[in-house]
């Protein structure tokens, strides 16, 4: 079976600090996909990164980052210099091949950016 | 990019009635479509996995005579709430894969039901 766990229900922040969401993942697949969306308050998810079991590289998007760890099975997302458009529920899902192509989704983290 | 409409957005209804949500592809074929269920404050959960043209497969507890889900195109899957109640309340929303897509998968814009 596998799981997504995002201990961290929410998180406030001041703007222009940045911010570390975390993600842990089980899955007893050695291919699987790791993804992180945000959804604003309007409810539609946003696409932010897709990545494989395969590649640990680290990615960087602007002011968005990502730490992808097998050692630790952890897929953690920093928001560098956060601002108040950044406030939204993020969310870390997994998918495996052999799994019917299925999202399992973390329980999200809801991120509050003031001024 | 790819796009997945759904409709509607918001609809309020009676108890005992029943409501249809749509969900279209509009610049791909989705061979594959996923029906989401997601309470306040709560994570997506996973109702139903549909395929074109096959019977939609549903998750454990999920009652498939109360969601009616169908996948008769290429780019239309639709999920019918019958006999809605008051519990039936929640966000719905759509994902369809997309192979070869960087993405992997498309959602659509979601559906808040309230049942009165």
């Known amino acids: 079976a596998q799981k997504v766990t995002q201990a961290q229900t929410e998180i406030s922040v001041v703007e222009k600090e940045d911010v570390t969401l975390d993600c842990v993942y089980e899955t007893r697949d050695t291919t699987y996909y790791l993804f992180w969306y945000k959804q604003p308050p309007s409810g539609e998810l946003v696409f932010l990164i897709r990545r494989n079991s395969f590649d640990e590289q680290n990615e960087i998007s602007g002011r968005y980052s990502w730490n992808f760890q097998k050692s630790t099975s952890s897929f953690n997302f920093t928001i560098t210099a956060s601002q108040v458009v950044d406030s939204a529920v993020y969310f870390c899902a997994l998918t495996f091949t052999g799994g019917g192509n299925k999202l399992t989704f973390g329980t999200g983290t809801q991120l509050k950016v003031e001024l | 990019g790819a796009v997945v409409s759904q409709h509607p957005s918001r609809v309020i209804c009676k108890s005992g009635t029943s409501v249809k949500i749509e969900c279209r592809s509009l610049?791909?074929?989705?061979?594959?479509m996923f029906w989401y269920r997601q309470f306040p404050k709560k994570s997506l959960m996973l109702m139903a996995t549909?395929?074109?043209?096959?019977?939609?497969?549903?998750e454990q507890g999920v009652e498939k005579d109360k969601f009616l889900i169908n996948h008769a195109s290429l780019t239309l899957s639709t999920l019918t709430v019958t006999s809605a109640h008051p519990e039936d309340s929640s966000f719905y929303i759509c994902?369809?894969?997309?192979?070869?897509?960087?993405?992997?998968?498309?959602f659509g814009s979601g559906t808040r039901l309230t049942v009165v």
């Open positions: 549909s395929n074109e043209g096959s019977k939609a497969t549903y």
């Open positions: 610049d791909f074929q989705a061979t594959t």
């Open positions: 994902s369809a894969r997309r192979r070869g897509h960087p993405d992997g998968y498309t």
